[in-house]
């Protein structure tokens, strides 16, 4: 089960594993970096995130609060690009 109404990613269990997260949803694209923070970039289209231009970028506390905190900012900015 997601943690989001809108994209499929797992639960902050995943990244408190050390991995990263990429996805996207009709145009709009998304990776989180995990490291010391949880670090999210946002861009439209079908590149990866080396070759795409960034679009939003934001870093989130590694905690559940500052995952749920993301999720939040994530799922807000796709709906800005659709109002």
């Not at 809108?6 to 991995?19: A, D, T």
């Not at 990429?22 to 590149?47: A, E, M, P, Q």
Request: glycine share 8%.
């Amino acid at each position: 089960m997601s943690v989001s109404e809108i994209f499929e990613i797992p639960k902050f269990y995943y990244f408190e594993s050390g991995n990263d997260f990429s996805g996207s949803k009709d145009d709009f694209s998304y990776k989180i970096h995990n490291g010391d923070v949880l670090k999210c970039l946002t861009w439209h289209g079908r590149l990866c995130s080396m070759k795409a231009e960034i679009e939003n970028e934001a870093e989130f506390e590694r905690s559940q609060e500052g995952f749920d905190a993301m999720i939040k900012w994530l799922e807000d900015k796709y709906k800005e690009g659709k109002s």
